[in-house]
Structures are given as structure tokens and as C-alpha cells.
Nanobody, 126 residues
């Protein structure tokens, strides 16, 4: 069982930046691919970015490429999402997710992930 706790959300003006963190309880954090997902009001939960167990492979949804960066610190059991040039359409609850595997690239479908955090609200005002 892995427990995930997100932090770093908040209210920011358009063009601003936020850094989300997700701390994992797993002692074997480097056995997990990690993902950041978001869910806006009335919308499905969609991938924002994902990172492989080693950090060597990352994937982003097209709308955040060049603005967001996912990274991880395996020694700290933490995955990060650096968000720059934020837009009102980035407003959502952001969730951290974990999938126990070392194979291939990190998945981008929410159904592939076994463990989820409680979410952190990000609100971007125009």
C-alpha cells in the first residue's frame, strides 16, 4: 500500500507559477512510475504529465508542453510538478498517482494507476 500526499496548490494569477509536490510513503518509491492528473469541474480526470521510475522518461499532455515540468527525487520519495505560465484553463484539482512497475514508459491513462492522493486545488485567475 502506498500513501500519496500532494501539496503546493493555491490561487495564482494568469502567467504565474506554482510547484506541486507529492510525497509517497513507499519505501520502494523507485519501483513506481508516477503521474500527475487533473480534473476540472464536470470533466474527466486526465493526465498532465507522467514520469518513469528512474526519471529518465517523461510524457506530457500537449497543452502543457513547454510550461510544466515533472521531476522526481527518489531519495526523498517525492515527485514534483513545476507549473509556469499558468492559464485559467489550468484550473483544476491536481492528483498524484502511482503505478508499481518498472517496465516501459509511464502510463497516461488514469485506469493504469493503482494509488492516488487526495488532490490539491489549483486556481488560476484571469
Amino acid at each position: 500500500q502506498v500513501q500519496l500526499v500532494e501539496s503546493g496548490g493555491g490561487l495564482v494569477q494568469a502567467g504565474g507559477s506554482l510547484r506541486l509536490s507529492c510525497a509517497a510513503s513507499a519505501g520502494t518509491f523507485n519501483r513506481y512510475h508516477m503521474g500527475w492528473f487533473r480534473q476540472g469541474p464536470g470533466k474527466e480526470r486526465d493526465v498532465v504529465a507522467a514520469i518513469s521510475w528512474s526519471g529518465g522518461r517523461t510524457v506530457y499532455v500537449e497543452s502543457v508542453k513547454g510550461r510544466f515540468t515533472i521531476s522526481r527525487g527518489n531519495a526523498k520519495n517525492t515527485v514534483y510538478l513545476e507549473m509556469n505560465s499558468l492559464k485559467p484553463e489550468d484550473t483544476a484539482v491536481y492528483y498524484c498517482a502511482a503505478r508499481r512497475t518498472r517496465f516501459g514508459a509511464a502510463a497516461t491513462s488514469a485506469t493504469d494507476y493503482e494509488y492516488w492522493g487526495q488532490g490539491t486545488q489549483v486556481t488560476v485567475s484571469s
